[in-house]
């Protein structure tokens, strides 16, 4: 059973705008925190943003400002708006909880052009 489904990503040019979605399975999203993210080539998968149930926020230094994150628990969907995208941020997004619990899903490739 797929847990975590990753969609939205994409070429786009640099100061352009994407926005990630992650369909979650709703046991595991109405109880727990959830979190985007991304792993560039030859890095560590590193987290690039995070969201409580209650809707507090976290966003690595690199992102703060450009990206938001969001989730709708009509749609056990976690988003992640992004905006002023630069070449660096050029990665696959996964999405998973704060603990990274979950299997990991295929993830959704985002490249970005200078």
């Known amino acids: 059973q797929v847990q975590l489904v990753e969609s939205g990503g994409g070429l786009v040019q640099a100061g352009g705008s994407l926005r990630l979605s992650c369909v979650v399975s709703?046991?595991?999203?109405?109880?727990?925190?959830m979190a985007w993210y991304r792993q560039g080539l030859g890095n560590q998968r590193e987290l690039v943003a995070s969201?409580?149930?209650?809707?507090?926020?976290n966003y690595a230094d690199s992102v703060k400002g450009r990206f938001t994150i969001s989730r709708d628990f009509t749609k056990n969907t976690v988003y992640l708006q992004m905006n002023s995208l630069k070449p660096e941020d050029t990665a696959v997004y996964f999405c998973?909880?704060?603990?990274?619990?979950?299997?990991w899903g295929q993830g959704t490739q985002v490249t970005v052009s200078s």
């Open positions: 998973n909880t704060i603990r990274g619990t979950t299997p």
């Open positions: 709703k046991n595991i999203f109405k109880s727990n925190a």
């Open positions: 969201i409580t149930s209650r809707g507090s926020t």
